[in-house]
């Protein structure tokens, strides 16, 4: 679904929003925004005033230059939801539609006040999750420094004098004093290689909720599996509670949490709780056959759908469970961590120990020698 139309139930302009990669920074720029325009417009200021005044605090030039199409579009007549249409890389289906439904509904001042909330929080989780990784990323990047460093100094000093002594070395100092000469002899070919595979392997990571199999993998695998299940329960409450908060038909607001998700399979699960719900069956009873969601969810909807007060029980759900959530990420980190350490140390272990094996082996000779 490359664009998803929505419409008010009063009628009013149809507009589709594109997909929008939302990166961290966006979502930043895109909180201030709003926060702004709500400001502004609250106090009587016109929209395009507030662009204008808007463009002129922003600092990034690549933003400052959207504002500008922005203001232009909508002083030649367009709406705001419109005009953010045609940046899909600032602006996902997800704000289009929030801002198309608050100027359909004559409150695009508190729906604006909605996206800037919704644009916080998304951000302080992907936060939350970088900064949580940080420590663990800057381990193995020393570790790969310490490894480089001894092949390339240490272990060639050793390689050395067990030449000139002749004897025999264990099959592990073999293999180290071989990649050794060959990062000291052919760098100009490791280091490119050693950087494309890096490259390679983020790209990957960041592909991988593109990536069916992958995405699977990381669902059902420990430590991150069970994380990766709150955090998207929680995205999944807060999306559909605003926009079901904004008026917007419960399958319209499916179709955008679906596309909103980033994993493959929770995209397939809320799609299929859209059909569900198409056909008249209950929202719960699909989130909880989809094996993917929290029971707190699943029973909140339920709740929520008996009620028919859905919206604010998803929203007050998605409160609790980003609290939950930034303690299971830092609990997460201190379980990684140790881990990272452990297999380091034995890296390092290990790398130590074949160099420090001959010279046992060299001095046991010696001692059999003097008896």
Known sequence: MSGIAISD???GPTVSGGRGSQRPGVLL???????????????GTPLADALRATERQAKDEEWRDMLVDLGSRVSKGESLAEAMAAHPREFDQLTVSLVAA????????AMLERVSKLARQRYAVRKSVSSALTYPVFLIAVCLAVMVVMLAVVVPRFGEMFGSIGAPLPASTEYLLVASEIIREKWWIVAPVGAALFGGLIFALMKAPGSPTIDRLLTGAPVIGPLRRSLSSARFARTLGSLLGAKIPLLDALALVGNS??????V????????DVEGGGSLGESLESAGLFLPTLVETTRSGEVSAKLSDCLSTLADHLDEDNA???????????????VILGLVVGGVTLSMFLPLFDITAMAGSGVR
């Not at 998700?261 to 929770?266: A, E, K, L, R």
């Open 9 to 11: 139930r009063t009628g």
């Open 29 to 43: 720029h895109l909180s201030g925004l709003a926060r702004h325009l709500n400001v502004l417009m609250d106090t």
């Open 261 to 266: 998700m980033g994993s493959v399979v929770y």
């Open 268 to 275: 397939e699960a809320v799609r299929k709780a859209a059909s």
């Open 102 to 109: 608050g100027e359909a509904s004559g409150s695009l001042t």
């Open 327 to 341: 303690v299971a990420i830092k609990t997460a980190t201190s379980f990684i961590e140790p881990v990272i350490l």
